[in-house]
C-alpha cells in the first residue's frame, strides 16, 4: 500500500485517480527488415561471402505495448518485445521469448517508471546523435567497441528506469538494475543516468552506465566495477542536413594485461574512446543521401610484448528512398580498416562475419523494411 501510494504521488499527484473511470488499449507493432548482403573477407582464410540477412538496418522484432488510463493523468503502461531473424524465422535470443523488452510501469505527469527488462538511456543517444540511427545497429554495432558503449540497445535483466517528463526541452533519466546476489547488493549490480536537451534545431544529451560483476573472476572479485561507459552528442539540423556527432569513452577496470602478443579482439582493451560523426542529408521528402565515419582507439595492457594501441576505422555511405511512412528501400555501402587488432567486422557483433586478421573488410547491403 505504501509503495503504491509513494508512485502514485510521484507520478500523478492526485489522491483522486483510484475513483477515475479508466480506459485501455493494446497496439500490436514490428519491423521486418531483410538485405541482400555481400561481404568481402569472412573467416579464416578471408573469403567472400553472399548473404541473406535479417536485421542489419533495422532489428526485425515484434511487439505488444499497452496502456489503461487510471485518471487525473496517470496511466499503468506495459511492452513485450521480441526480437526475430526474418530470413528463417528463428528467435534472436534462444530460450527468451521476449528479449527486447519485457516491462511493466506507471506513467504520470511527471515521468514514467518501468521495471522488468530494457535498456538504459544510452540507447535514446545512439539513436539520436550516432550512426546507429541512419545505418541500423548491426551495421555500426562492432565499430562502437562490438556495443559495450551501449548506444546499439544493450538490456539489463530486473531494472528499474525513470524518465522525467520534458520541461523547457530538457528531459532526465534513471536507471538501477539488480544484481540479485545473496547477500551483496554490489554483485551484479548495474546503475545508469542520462539526459537530452532539444530546443530548435539543436539537441545535445548525454549519458553514463556502468556494472559490476555477478561473481568473481580472479583475480576481480563479484562486486567490482566491469565497465564505465559514457557517452556525449550533439546534432544540428541545418535546411535538409542533419549534423550529428557523438564521442563516447568506454572502461574496462578489471580486464588483466594480455599474455599474447599477437593481434587480438579489440574489446580486449583495458579502455576505448569512440568517435561518431555524420549526415543525413534529405534531398526531398522521400530520398535521403548518409554518410559517417566511425574511428574506435583502443588501449591495450601487454604482459608481453605486442602493440599497446589498437584503432578500427569504419567510413558508410548510404541512400535510403521512403515509399511510404512505413516502407522504405536501402542501399549502403561499408568500409571498415583495423590496426594492431583483428578487425572485428562490419556487420553484427562478437566477430560473427569477420576477417580473420586486421585486413580491410568491405560490405555492401540492399534491402527492403516495412515497419507496422
Same mark, same amino acid.
Given at each position: ?57 533495422? *532489428?526485425?522484432?515484434? !511487439? =505488444? #505495448? &499497452?496502456?489503461?488510463?487510471? @485518471?487525473? +493523468?496517470?496511466? /499503468? ?87 522525467? *517528463?520534458?520541461?523547457? !526541452? =530538457? #528531459? &532526465?533519466?534513471?536507471?538501477? @538494475?539488480? +544484481?540479485?546476489? /545473496? ?94 560523426? &555524420? ?94
Amino acid at each position: 500500500m505504501c509503495a503504491y501510494a509513494f508512485a502514485h504521488a510521484a507520478l500523478a499527484q492526485s489522491p483522486a485517480a483510484a475513483s477515475a473511470a479508466s480506459s485501455s488499449s493494446v497496439t500490436v507493432y514490428g519491423v521486418i527488415d531483410m538485405s541482400l548482403v555481400y561481404t568481402s573477407k569472412v573467416g579464416p582464410d578471408n573469403g567472400s561471402r553472399a548473404s541473406l540477412d535479417s536485421g542489419d538496418a533495422m *532489428a526485425s522484432r515484434i !511487439g =505488444l #505495448r &499497452g496502456r489503461e488510463e487510471l @485518471g487525473d +493523468g496517470l496511466a /499503468a503502461i506495459f511492452q513485450l518485445e521480441t526480437g526475430f531473424a526474418g530470413d528463417d524465422g528463428a528467435m534472436a535470443t534462444p530460450g527468451t521469448l521476449f528479449d527486447r523488452k519485457s516491462v511493466v510501469g506507471l506513467a504520470g505527469r511527471f515521468g514514467t517508471l518501468t521495471v522488468g527488462r530494457q535498456t538504459d538511456y544510452l540507447e535514446e543517444i545512439g539513436q539520436q546523435y550516432t550512426s546507429f540511427q541512419i545505418f541500423g545497429g548491426g551495421g555500426v554495432r562492432a565499430a562502437h567497441f562490438n556495443s559495450l558503449d551501449r548506444i546499439t540497445g544493450a538490456r539489463s535483466n530486473n531494472s528499474l528506469r525513470f524518465d522525467t *517528463a520534458e520541461y523547457g !526541452g =530538457l #528531459r &532526465g533519466s534513471f536507471y538501477y @538494475g539488480a +544484481g540479485e546476489v /545473496a547477500g551483496s547488493t554490489r554483485s551484479g549490480q548495474s546503475l545508469g543516468v542520462g539526459g537530452n536537451f532539444r530546443r530548435g534545431n539543436v539537441g545535445v544529451g548525454a549519458a553514463y552506465f556502468q556494472s559490476k560483476l555477478a561473481s568473481d573472476a580472479l583475480p576481480a572479485r563479484a562486486g567490482d566495477t566491469e565497465l564505465k561507459t559514457f557517452t556525449l552528442g550533439a546534432s544540428y539540423q541545418a535546411g535538409p542536413a542533419k549534423l550529428f556527432a557523438a564521442w563516447s569513452q568506454i572502461r574496462r577496470p578489471t580486464q588483466q594485461p594480455l599474455a599474447s602478443s599477437g593481434l587480438v579482439a579489440i574489446t580486449s582493451a583495458t579502455r576505448a574512446n569512440v568517435l561518431d560523426v &555524420g549526415v543525413d542529408y534529405a534531398l526531398d521528402s522521400k530520398l535521403h543521401l548518409l554518410a559517417s565515419v566511425i574511428h574506435d582507439r583502443a588501449d591495450l595492457s601487454r604482459a608481453a610484448g605486442g602493440a599497446t594501441r589498437g584503432s578500427t576505422t569504419q567510413v558508410n555511405l548510404g541512400v535510403d528512398l521512403l515509399l511510404s511512412k512505413r516502407t522504405d528501400v536501402y542501399a549502403m555501402a561499408s568500409r571498415q580498416q583495423a590496426r594492431d587488432v583483428l578487425n572485428p567486422g562490419i556487420i553484427s557483433a562478437a566477430y560473427s562475419s569477420a576477417p580473420a586478421d586486421d585486413s580491410s573488410q568491405n560490405v555492401l547491403r540492399v534491402g527492403l523494411r516495412h515497419k507496422f
